[in-house]
């Protein structure tokens, strides 16, 4: 199944584009001026320049290809423009402009009749009452928001708002995304077609989805059950509760149902079932990890508290504490001082220079009964340190040992250990901020782990 025509299209049209900058149509074609791969065309029925650049009356006058139109005007100018659209042989349109499903049957009636057009034609939509589409290794930001970080998380959200500032937050904490999609009312395209297309992207190592409610639920477990061999799919389900569950409804028109029944598909399909905003994009961002062969987890701290705090957050995700070889506590000893902790969580006592977390993370990764590695730095108290130099030691002996066993960061020490992190995420091993983040991390890679079939005995 491809869909690249909404994500690598050729040529896109901004049916609604604006010169006028209080409406929606004047961000979406703004956003989109930067894509490089294909030609932007605005399409405006009484300006004639749009931001500069020529504009067509009418998406069928545009004389170049036309893969994806991006349809931002009043509602009832919709329906012909979907006409006008098949005619000129666009493959997708994603459809902004709200009014339909959410607002009850009669809109429900309407979501059909532009589907069936669509259908007619040969093109698929998402939305409508979206906010759009992002691609961010192309540049493609069919959306009236800010752009998202490039990165390797594709995003699904049924919520545009919700969406919307979940890519703001991403931004302003450091997270990559690398395909944002706005599904609104999923008239047409929805969660399982857009997770069977993303289990075959290169880019997309993670799928996340923001879900209210699905139309199909036999399709989405059949697709996840396929999909999670491939790649972790980490769901955030909202309208568990009855208050919830009606709020949804009303929202997107969406049916949020039982959440036991939901629970229930998840687990059948494979699916990873976050319980917040940040369990979700902790999960995700694990991902540029291996996946563990068992879930026994060593932990290395310059600090006691953060070792401890994380061990039960271990112990709480189903994880356990590996069991260290003699022969590894007696290499930690050989370089720690006589105060430090060297059985499992490892604690090296604040003194810990960036050449003992090297040596450490080097001896606990050859320990053959660890699976998975958590490397903790919080402020360090001597002078004339920075956690730059323990990342720099993680990230050499990581490179050295190179056994496949992933290795995730809790680096806490705020603005002052953002290079550290910088430097860790350049180097694929990300960095969290708390332990419930960081365990979730570690926690996903060995659901995936089983899901994908390689976890072993160890487990």
């Not at 290395?300 to 061990?311: D, F, Y």
């Amino acid at each position: 199944m491809t869909l690249d025509y909404f994500f690598r299209p050729r040529g896109i049209a901004v049916i609604g584009a604006s010169n006028d900058p209080l409406k929606l149509g004047y961000e979406v074609f703004k956003n989109l001026k930067k894509y490089r791969d294909g030609k932007v065309y605005p399409v405006n029925v009484k300006d004639e320049v749009v931001q500069g650049v020529r504009a067509y009356k009418n998406v069928k006058e545009i004389p170049g290809e036309v893969d994806l139109a991006i349809i931002v005007v009043p509602k009832r100018f919709v329906k012909q423009t979907l006409i006008d659209c098949g005619k000129k042989g666009v493959k997708g349109a994603v459809i902004i402009t709200a009014g339909f499903g959410e607002t009850g049957e009669e809109g429900k009636k309407e979501e059909r009749e532009l589907v069936e057009i669509a259908h007619r034609y040969g093109m698929r939509l998402i939305g409508p009452n979206c906010v759009g589409v992002m691609n961010t290794h192309n540049e493609v930001n069919a959306t009236f928001i800010m752009d998202a970080r490039k990165g390797d998380i594709a995003f699904v959200s049924q919520s545009g708002a919700l969406g919307a500032g979940i890519v703001y937050k991403t931004v302003k904490e450091g997270i990559g995304f690398s395909k944002f999609v706005s599904v609104g009312n999923m008239a047409d395209l929805d969660f399982a077609e857009l997770m069977e297309y993303l289990a075959d992207t290169e880019e997309d190592k993670a799928i996340a989805l923001y879900i209210e409610g699905v139309k199909d639920g036999r399709k989405f477990i059949e697709v996840a059950k396929r999909v999670t061999k491939k790649k972790p799919v980490i769901a955030l389900k909202a309208g568990r509760s009855e208050s919830g569950a009606r709020a949804a409804s009303s929202h997107t028109g969406s049916l949020a149902g039982s959440w036991k029944i939901y629970e229930a598909a998840f687990k059948q399909g494979g699916v990873l079932i976050a319980e917040t905003i940040d369990d979700m994009l902790s999960m995700a961002r694990a991902f540029t990890q291996p996946l563990p062969r068992g879930k026994r987890v060593a932990i290395m701290t310059n600090a006691g508290g953060p070792g401890v705090l994380t061990a039960d957050e271990i112990d709480k995700r189903g994880l356990k504490l590996a069991n260290l070889e003699e022969k590894t506590i007696e290499e930690l000893r050989s370089f720690l001082p006589p105060m430090a902790a060297v059985k499992n969580p490892v604690d090296m006592i604040a003194s810990a220079r960036g050449e003992d977390y090297y040596r450490a993370t080097k001896a606990l990764l050859q320990d053959k009964n660890v699976d998975m590695l958590i490397a903790i730095c919080v402020v360090p108290t001597f002078a004339g340190m920075t956690p730059t130099e323990h990342a720099e030691g993680v990230i050499r002996a990581v490179k050295e040992v190179n056994n496949g066993k992933p290795v995730l960061a809790l680096f806490m020490a705020g603005y002052v250990s953002e290079k550290a992190k910088e430097l860790l995420e350049k180097n694929g091993i990300p960095s969290y901020e708390r332990p419930e983040d960081v365990a979730a991390g570690a926690y996903a890679l060995a659901q995936q782990a089983k899901n994908a079939g390689v976890l072993g005995r160890s487990e």
